[in-house]
């Protein structure tokens, strides 16, 4: 299981016990580089898993999307035109990433921080999401790991 704590520039990882429901062991899976190499304001926010246990981690205010070994090494990256990248999901082989449009503290005035703010795009990336989770009613869940084996879509 993971979590991006945006603001302190951090993913953590933690265990899920999915008999329990117990989540432990709560270590930094991947910080943003101190030196500011996606971008002062580069926040990591909304991420997926691949197939091969890979993150596809969104770099909001960075203009990219990172792909996060599970050692948390950064192996690929994805630079989009826009700065306001918020999510990636995959679709197939297809990741499929949206921003947001801006307004807030994102542009001035309620307007898009660049013209292709509030933009999806899409890049075909030859690789697979993790299948999805299904809820069973406590009883089994499909998807993720098997005996420690990644399984796909």
């Known amino acids: 299981m993971f979590f991006a704590d945006s603001p302190d520039k951090i993913i953590y990882q933690f265990d899920f016990d999915p008999k329990t429901g117990s989540v432990t062991n709560k270590r930094p899976f991947f910080?943003?580089?101190?030196?500011?190499?996606?971008?002062?304001?580069?926040?990591?926010?909304?991420?997926?898993?691949?197939?091969?246990?890979?993150?596809?981690?969104?770099?909001?205010?960075?203009?990219?999307?990172?792909?996060?070994?599970?050692?948390?090494?950064?192996?690929?990256?994805?630079?989009?035109?826009?700065?306001?990248?918020?999510?990636?999901?995959?679709?197939?082989?297809?990741?499929?990433?949206?921003?947001?449009?801006?307004?807030?503290?994102?542009?001035?005035?309620?307007?898009?921080?660049?013209?292709?703010?509030?933009?999806?795009f899409m890049v075909d990336v030859g690789v697979r999401g993790l299948k999805r989770f299904k809820y069973k009613g406590g009883e089994k869940v499909e998807g993720g790991k098997v005996d420690g084996a990644v399984v796909g879509e």
């Open 31 to 120: 910080s943003m580089p101190k030196d500011n190499k996606y971008g002062e304001n580069a926040v990591p926010d909304g991420h997926c898993i691949d197939e091969e246990g890979y993150m596809w981690t969104a770099l909001h205010d960075g203009g990219r999307v990172l792909r996060i070994s599970p050692q948390g090494e950064v192996v690929a990256e994805i630079k989009l035109p826009t700065s306001q990248i918020t999510c990636p999901c995959f679709v197939g082989t297809q990741l499929f990433i949206t921003s947001s449009g801006g307004g807030g503290p994102s542009g001035d005035d309620g307007k898009p921080v660049d013209k292709f703010a509030g933009s999806c």
